[in-house]
């Protein structure tokens, strides 16, 4: 290619029209003559490489001792490694499907037909809890970072351990699912480690059920009566049991407060003695 040829093809590449271009030039030269003017063109050579599909690529909630899974998809990643790194200790954990740690709970998980890599933790416990990357290694590394959150459902029974009920009130049992990162599927009641049957000839038992971030589960038992003392258990699908210890009192005792028929004791009493006291006074 000549010389003449060379400077006549770059003098024709400078001389773009400004419509849908970024001008890059002022006006007039110092000697008044009108300069050319020079504009970014875009010839086609858009930079392309491994990316983060941050889509499928989220934050994690994991119940404790149920196996965890990090997703990373990866597009375009050709040839490069991708690798697993804990920020809590800049731990590197896996590298392709290798793990290089000591610790076996690590696994690298990859289908080669899938652009999904894949960091499983089994058993999980809270103090896995943290932020951690995905590293494709390009030059300079690229990386994308997830927080898992390890948690342990928490199941409570409002007013528990005991709970004291006036004969005839109705007994109301709330129980409490938290920190779940689903809600429990189901929630089974028992009285006495029995299966509660809400279609039994008794009559007059019902549950209520409203789930969310937060579940709670009501359990009424309508017309208290003596056989419906004993403990109550909450036991959600999805979380650990907790019970309640019911008395059903055939009269309020002296040491005790009434909160809409259900009795809380002002000073601890244990159930034998709470029992002998209402038998001596033919409460």
Request: proline share 6%; with cysteine; net charge neutral.
């Amino acid at each position: 290619m000549s010389v003449a040829f060379l400077f006549v093809a770059l003098g024709a590449l400078a001389l773009v029209t400004r419509t849908g271009c970024t001008d890059n030039t002022n006006g007039l030269g110092t000697d008044g003559v009108p300069e050319l003017d020079y504009t970014d063109v875009d010839l086609g050579l858009t930079q392309r490489g491994p990316r983060f599909d941050i889509a499928h690529s989220k934050n994690v909630t994991a119940l404790v001792g149920k196996t965890a899974q990090l997703n990373c998809r990866v597009h375009e990643l050709g040839n490069r490694t991708v690798s697993w790194i804990r920020h809590r200790d800049i731990h590197l954990l896996t590298s392709g499907r290798m793990t290089y740690t000591s610790d076996q709970r690590f696994i690298s998980v990859h289908n080669p037909h899938t652009e999904d890599w894949i960091l499983k933790i089994r058993f999980p416990q809270r103090r896995d809890s943290g932020i951690y990357e995905c590293q494709v290694g390009t030059t300079p590394p690229i990386g994308h970072r997830m927080f898992l959150s390890v948690v342990e459902p928490l199941t409570t029974i409002l007013g528990g351990p005991e709970l004291f009920i006036n004969m005839g009130s109705t007994i109301n049992l709330t129980c409490v699912v938290q920190h779940s990162p689903e809600p429990p599927p189901a929630i089974r009641w028992t009285h006495n480690d029995e299966e509660i049957n809400y279609d039994s000839p008794r009559g007059g038992v019902s549950v209520i059920t409203e789930k969310g971030e937060t579940t709670t589960s009501h359990l009424l038992v309508q017309r208290a009566k003596a056989p419906d003392s004993g403990r109550y258990t909450c036991a959600p699908a999805n979380a650990n049991p907790r019970s309640v210890l019911v008395h059903v009192l055939s009269g309020e005792h002296p040491a005790a407060m009434q909160h809409g028929g259900q009795l809380r004791l002002q000073y601890p009493l244990s159930a034998a003695l709470l029992s002998v006291i209402v038998t001596l006074t033919g409460c």
